[in-house]
């Protein structure tokens, strides 16, 4: 046995899978995940000394690579002062300065620990403003494991094939509308049959849980519409495409410059540089409804955790303009190196988009992919032995064809290199690959 094959074995005596979040289980792509113990700029190292140029980036959280020495630096000193104080700290404010100065609808900001956390309360804060109880959201979009937002929910569940979750409420689940991703139409007939009882609408801005889905032109414009009109509220969750996409995330690469907001905001990822960090943000109107200012409440031990914040001080801080169009332009390069590979042995295929993320999609040339129902009728098939060709290769891709592709401002012209020596075997396997094998 490999010491990965050992410490899975391990693992799953003790914990249920062997993990502690489902798609790291390897289900969709099958084998057996490999155990991680250090990382270092482009490059992740398994418990069996192999290393592997790094295409998850811990799903997003290292934009700048892996253990930067000057993130390293500022959560060293932090560490020296304390671990957790459960109060107030200096570094909180600055955090949230550094975010409303990039994103400027938000006029107020909650730390919290987890995007979950920050859905959850965005969802229960807009129930408390409007007094509403309805809830819609697209099917696809993952807005964290909140009970009433699972449905349909893309990500693991996607990944895992189910419908939803067990443990949902019929009650809790009828407070949640979903509807097909991209479908104005749809948002206005639910608007037109409960707009009275609908609190808010919940969206992705850029959807990368079902693989990336790039919505339509005017599709975010024409949700801010809808729920202004029918005065409910626009959640805008920006957990996984906040300062990722770009300095404000993918509404400044898009809303800002249409001359719309949402109501409210969800971040993580990014925002803490690899340390549990979330938040939810928006205008002060409405954010000042939490406690405790307002009735709407919301706590926790551990949020606005003063090692997580200085993490996330020092990684935003370093996420300059240079180190975004770094990362624009290695995944521009890639993504084309990906399409003509397959393209090379015959793979029907498409590569998704959303600002410098992206996704392939098997099988979907006809129409690519714009809704739940594309990404969940692709040949999903292929990705497995695409995705073990590349890990021979010493690439370590999203363990599921329906996670985005991340890259960092670490991978320089050695790592892309590898990864794109690693392409045509890849492909040929895909090209290979029979349903059901």
Request: with cysteine; aromatic share 6%.
């Given at each position: 046995m490999t010491t990965s094959e050992d410490l899975f074995a391990r693992a799953r005596s003790l914990m249920p899978g062997g993990v502690n979040s489902p798609v790291r289980a390897f289900g969709s792509v099958g084998g057996t995940p490999r155990f991680l113990v250090s990382a270092k700029g482009a490059y992740v190292h398994d418990a069996d000394g192999r290393d592997y140029v790094?295409?998850?980036?811990?799903?997003?959280?290292?934009?700048?690579?892996?253990?930067?020495?000057?993130?390293?630096?500022?959560?060293?000193?932090?560490?020296?002062?304390?671990?957790?104080?459960?109060?107030?700290?200096?570094?909180?404010?600055?955090?949230?300065?550094?975010?409303?100065?990039?994103?400027?609808?938000v006029e107020r900001l909650r730390m919290v620990s987890t995007g979950t956390e920050a859905t959850m309360t965005a969802i229960r804060l807009a129930r408390g403003f409007t007094g509403r109880d309805l809830v819609v959201k697209f099917a696809g979009c993952y807005h964290g494991?909140?009970?009433?937002?699972?449905?349909?929910?893309?990500?693991?569940?996607?990944?895992?094939?189910?419908?939803?979750?067990a443990g949902v409420t019929a009650a809790t689940a009828a407070e949640t509308l979903v509807l097909p991703y991209n479908d104005l139409a749809a948002v206005q007939a639910a608007f037109a049959e409960h707009g009275p009882r609908i609190a808010a609408v919940i969206t992705e801005a850029a959807p990368a849980n079902m693989g990336v889905v790039t919505p339509a032109a005017g599709f975010n414009a024409g949700l801010r519409r809808i729920t202004a009109e029918h005065g409910a509220l626009l959640i805008l969750d920006e957990v996984l495409t906040g300062f990722r996409t770009g300095p404000a995330g993918y509404w400044g690469l898009t809303g800002q410059h249409e001359g719309w907001a949402p109501d409210l905001f969800t971040f993580g990822k990014v925002i803490g540089g690899?340390?549990?960090?979330?938040?939810?943000?928006?205008?002060?109107?409405?954010?000042?409804?939490?406690?405790?200012?307002?009735?709407?409440?919301?706590?926790?031990?551990?949020?606005?955790?003063?090692?997580?914040?200085?993490?996330?001080?020092?990684?935003?801080?370093?996420a300059t303009d240079a180190v975004y169009a770094h990362i624009d332009d290695r995944s521009l390069e890639l993504s084309r190196a990906v399409s003509a590979a397959l393209d090379a042995q015959g793979v029907d295929h498409t590569v998704q988009r959303a600002g410098n993320l992206f996704s392939v999609a098997f099988g979907t040339s006809q129409r690519g992919v714009r809704d739940y129902a594309d990404a969940q009728a692709?040949?999903?098939?292929?990705?497995?032995?695409?995705?073990?060709?590349?890990?021979?290769?010493?690439?370590?891709?999203?363990?599921?064809?329906?996670?985005?592709?991340?890259?960092?401002?670490?991978?320089?012209?050695?790592?892309?290199?590898?990864?794109?020596?690693?392409?045509?075997?890849?492909?040929?396997?895909?090209?290979a690959a029979l349903p059901g094998a």
């Open positions: 790094d295409l998850v980036c811990s799903w997003g959280p290292a934009l700048l690579g892996h253990a930067v020495p000057e993130v390293l630096d500022a959560v060293h000193a932090a560490v020296d002062r304390g671990l957790s104080f459960g109060a107030s700290t200096p570094d909180e404010a600055a955090l949230a300065e550094l975010v409303i100065g990039r994103v400027g609808a494991h909140v009970d009433g937002l699972l449905a349909a929910a893309g990500s693991g569940v996607a990944t895992l094939a189910l419908p939803g979750s690899g340390m549990p960090v979330a938040a939810l943000g928006g205008r002060a109107e409405v954010m000042d409804w939490l406690a405790p200012l307002g009735p709407v409440y919301q706590a926790g031990t551990l949020s606005g955790n003063p090692v997580a914040m200085a993490a996330g001080v020092a990684t935003l801080t370093l692709q040949e999903a098939f292929r990705y497995g032995p695409f995705f073990h060709s590349m890990l021979e290769s010493g690439v370590y891709l999203p363990p599921s064809v329906f996670e985005a592709w991340f890259l960092s401002a670490a991978h320089d012209d050695t790592a892309m290199g590898r990864i794109l020596d690693a392409l045509p075997a890849a492909a040929k396997a895909a090209a």
